[in-house]
């Protein structure tokens, strides 16, 4: 009998826990933090220990790191970086752990916003949530710091229009399309090469071949990060497709692979290319007018401006966020003119990077 | 051979349908590129199918991948090794993982599935630590060295068609390893011990000898796969690259023939294998299906050609056996 009270209370206890964890809805975990930011005014925390946390691993987010780091040193504040190998599962157990740390504020660039609500509310309950990178508007965060994805992948299909003007094939490659930036930045390419109004809530079907303006998009191919895969995606579609005019890569590898690929197939300047990111061969190939530009982000900002905003909300302090909530860091367009000042930077920035995880 | 008859069945309606109904499958650019890939996911299958043999497994097959394909430009490039020095050393450590894993398992008696599964972790685990998780490449350098898995050679008469490099590695391992295993004391040997390890050892096999080579063949055939998978795409990701390459390896074995249980074994089935898996990736995009349904068309003709060929097995025995019937009667 004693026991079956016990089990009952028990249970009683946990219901009513799994019903005060899910009592809070976005808009009360937005306001509960920013009371909680009011309230530090008066007692700030100055050395607070702050997170940035990527959506994966890549050369990019070494030079987010860098800048991470580096505000970190500034600030005198101690700095965690994360970045989670193996997915979506990865990264939820990332933030699961720091706030379990008692983080005192974390920047993530989600991979699924959609469906990691549940743990960027528990981050928002415990800590203060900002993201970066790839947004997620659904979720209780205080700020996005990072490019509009739209645009950019705007910026990067009017690339793509100015370098074939004629009209033709273009095929699209990309890592995967369940994040926000993801999907934003294709339909951002896609409006741009069609010269279509500017409008981000547009969604085109990935596969669906969109026949407007001249052109035809015939199609989005994506590979879960496996190179060979996107590799031989790209070798595929040059068969099924042997009237492509031009590519692009919308991850930095994807990018990267179709210059590798039209190197070894001899078609190298025959199917043009409008690139993502700032890969080495890449930029080579810019240099080498084989390709016809591409668009760059900045990661260091991203890092670099996460932590300052953690930092200040730390101490009470709420005044650069902008009341869209969107800390804007633009993209840029690299081409031939600019691309040796914008390496020899990117250099200095990896050599940082890669000094910092070393330590 | 006949153990090869229902993947080569497969092979060939999965080519015929993409034939007919794809575009351009029988370009040359297309069967080349097939040719290419086949070649490199066959010298894992051919390793994974050596280990199987014995009745083991190595799911460690992706991470020595990675390891090593990581290992060869991080070497090259970042620490400017000789090509010279870099491929010997690199081969040398992937027969070393399988000389470890081999003695884990016969001596430590430790079961290969867990001593791979922690090497599927270990393996990753260093390649991303050594390179602090940056992606590693040959930043448009040491084209020599790559030309081992880039080079094609022109046929006569085949005017589209140029031949890979990789086929004369992947052929002479099968020529090797098929020899190895008709004609050879040793080759028997292997089978046998895959058969009944017991039977095998109280018949003065030397069984423990035979399951770590087959250990360190796979591993070294891994990490040679590795060095001619890094050549052929120019860069990788230390988190990402070869991941569940171990699955395609032995997939394309057991396809081909070679029994879980070990003791069964067709170095013929395991390319046709590992052609297969190809054909079927090529064959998704060039007939307009959606990637997404990629893993579930790969999923389901492997399965139902697997089931067509045993229900026609078993209806072959049965047969025999009426047939045996009547023939004491």
């Not at chain 1, 645009?151 to 490659?173: D, N, T, W, Y």
């Not at chain 1, 052109?215 to 989005?220: A, D, E, P, R, S």
């Not at chain 1, 401006?305 to 009470?316: D, M, P, R, T, Y």
Request: hydrophobic share 45%; aromatic share 8%; charged share 20%.
């Amino acid at each position: 009998m004693k026991n079956r009270i016990l089990s009952l209370v028990s249970l009683s206890a946990l219901v009513a826990a799994m019903a005060t964890t899910h009592v809070f809805a976005n808009g009360d975990l937005v306001a509960d933090q920013k009371a909680r930011i009011a309230a530090l005014k008066d007692h700030p925390d100055t050395k607070p220990h702050l997170a940035f946390v990527s959506n994966g691993v890549a050369d990019f987010w070494t030079i987010a790191k860098a800048g991470a780091l580096a505000a970190g040193r500034e600030l005198g504040c101690q700095v965690t970086v994360e970045f989670p190998g193996g997915g979506l599962g990865d990264q939820k157990r990332m933030l699961e752990d720091l706030v379990t740390k008692g983080i005192d504020g974390i920047s993530v660039s989600p991979i699924d916003p959609t469906n990691q609500l549940e743990v960027m509310q528990l981050v928002a309950e415990r800590s203060f949530l900002i993201t970066n990178d790839s947004d997620a508007p659904s979720a209780p965060r205080l700020c996005y710091i990072g490019m509009d994805n739209y645009i950019a992948g705007r910026m990067c299909g009017e690339l793509a229009r100015a370098g074939l003007p004629q009209g033709g094939e273009v095929a699209i490659f990309i890592g995967r399309l369940e994040q926000d930036n993801a999907k934003r930045r294709r339909q951002g390419f896609i409006d741009g090469l069609l010269g279509r109004s500017s409008d981000p809530t547009r969604y085109d079907e990935p596969a669906t071949v969109i026949n407007e303006a001249g052109y035809t998009i015939v199609g989005t191919w994506t590979d879960s990060f496996d190179r060979a895969k996107a590799k031989a995606n790209i070798e595929d579609v040059m068969i099924k497709h042997p009237k492509l005019a031009l590519v692009t890569g919308l991850f930095e590898y994807n990018s990267t692979l179709a210059v590798e690929v039209f190197k070894q197939a001899g078609k190298t300047g025959k199917i043009k290319i409008a690139a993502f990111d700032e890969g080495a061969d890449v930029l080579v190939g810019i240099r080498d007018g084989i390709v016809l530009g591409t668009v760059v982000q900045d990661p260091y900002g991203y890092g670099f401006e996460s932590i300052k905003v953690l930092h200040a909300f730390n101490q009470g302090n709420m005044s650069m966020v902008p009341a869209n909530g969107v800390l804007s860091i633009p993209a840029r367009v690299i081409k031939k003119d600019n691309v040796d000042s914008f390496w020899a930077d990117l250099k200095a920035k990896l050599k940082a990077g890669k000094e910092a995880s070393a330590k | 051979m006949k153990k090869s008859f229902g993947i080569l069945g497969i092979f060939i309606t999965v080519c015929l349908v993409a034939a007919i109904f794809g575009e351009n499958f029988l370009t040359g650019y297309n069967l080349m590129n097939l040719t290419q890939r086949t070649a490199l996911f066959s010298i894992l299958a051919l390793g994974a199918g050596i280990v199987i043999v014995t009745g083991g497994i190595d799911l460690s097959i992706g991470s020595v991948v990675c390891l090593a394909g990581i290992t060869t430009p991080w070497l090259l490039v970042e620490h400017e090794w000789s090509p010279w020095l870099v491929l010997p050393t690199v081969l040398l450590g992937s027969a070393l993982i399988g000389l470890f894993h081999g003695v884990l398992i016969t001596k430590l008696r430790l079961q290969p599935f867990l001593v791979t599964l922690c090497g599927l972790l270990l393996y990753r685990g260093i390649a991303r630590w050594m390179t602090g998780d940056q992606s590693q490449g040959f930043q448009g350098e040491f084209e020599g060295v790559r030309a081992i898995a880039l080079t094609k050679f022109t046929i006569p008469g085949l005017e589209n068609y140029r031949l890979p490099s990789t086929v004369i590695p992947v052929t002479a391992l099968a020529v090797v390893l098929a020899l190895f295993l008709s004609r050879t004391v040793w080759g028997r040997w292997l089978l046998a011990t895959g058969r009944n390890e017991s039977a095998a050892r109280y018949s003065g096999v030397p069984t423990a000898r035979l399951i770590t080579l087959a250990y360190v063949a796979c591993s070294f055939l891994a990490g040679f796969g590795g060095m001619l998978f890094i050549f052929d795409i120019g860069s990788a990701q230390p988190s990402d690259f070869g991941n569940f390459y171990e699955l395609y390896a032995i997939a394309a074995a057991v396809l081909g023939g070679c029994s879980l249980r070990g003791g069964e074994a067709s170095v013929f089935g395991i390319i046709v294998g590992a052609a297969t898996l190809q054909v079927l990736r090529t064959a998704i995009i060039l007939l307009g299906l959606s990637s997404q349904l990629e893993f579930a068309v790969i999923g389901s003709v492997l399965l139902v050609g697997v089931a067509a060929d045993e229900l026609i097995r078993r209806f072959n025995a049965q047969r025999l056996e009426r047939a045996s019937h009547a023939a004491i009667h």
